[in-house]
């Protein structure tokens, strides 16, 4: 019984690669021939394209764009205030609550104080103009990789 399935697939397996090699060159046929098929289309109708000027309120100019760069000025910094009280909040997140016999206790008061000091001196959290904000965000980037390397020690 075995040896006649087995003979029967082996005779079967030729017209079933034939099969896959012809759907595979029909799809490779397909997808080579679409672009030129597309271009053309579009090469028709280039002749009758006209490129017309831009509506008032969509030119750029006005207005209306100075209140749009102000805006967009806004939401990012709305933005880099919020990514910023999320990495404190992150920060805060307390682990899993699993303890490795090979880590350390966690100190929950170093933890409190990097959070203090990252609320403190991150330089997103800023104000913006403020007169001391490049000696407090260079007071921060210094002392950040000191503390990182304190808490992973």
């Known amino acids: 019984m075995l ?3 087995a003979g029967t697939l082996i005779a079967i397996l030729p017209v079933l690669v034939a ?4 759907r595979l060159m029909r799809m490779v046929w397909r997808l080579l021939r679409q672009p030129r098929m597309r271009f053309g289309v579009l090469v028709a109708r280039a002749g009758r394209v006209r490129l017309r000027r831009p509506p008032a309120g ?7 764009a100075a209140v749009l760069v102000e805006e967009v000025a806004r939401l990012r910094a709305e933005l880099r205030v919020a990514r910023a009280e999320l990495a404190v909040l992150e920060a805060a997140r307390p682990g899993t609550g699993v ?5 350390r206790p966690v ?3 170093f933890h409190q104080a990097k959070l203090a000091f ?3 001196f991150h330089p997103d959290r800023l104000p913006e ?3 001391d904000s ?3 965000a260079a007071v921060f980037k210094e002392f950040w990789d000191v503390l990182r390397r304190i808490e992973r020690a």
């Not at 969509?58 to 209306?64: F, I, K, N, V």
């Not at 303890?99 to 880590?103: I, L, V």
Request: proline letters at 6%; zero cysteines.
């Open 99 to 103: 303890r490795w016999p090979w880590r």
């Open 118 to 120: 990252a609320r403190a």
């Open 3 to 5: 040896v006649t399935l």
């Open 107 to 109: 100190d929950d008061r």
């Open 58 to 64: 969509l030119s750029g100019e006005g207005p209306d």
């Open 19 to 22: 099969y896959a090699l012809w």
């Open 134 to 136: 490049a000696i407090r």
């Open 129 to 131: 103009g403020a007169a």
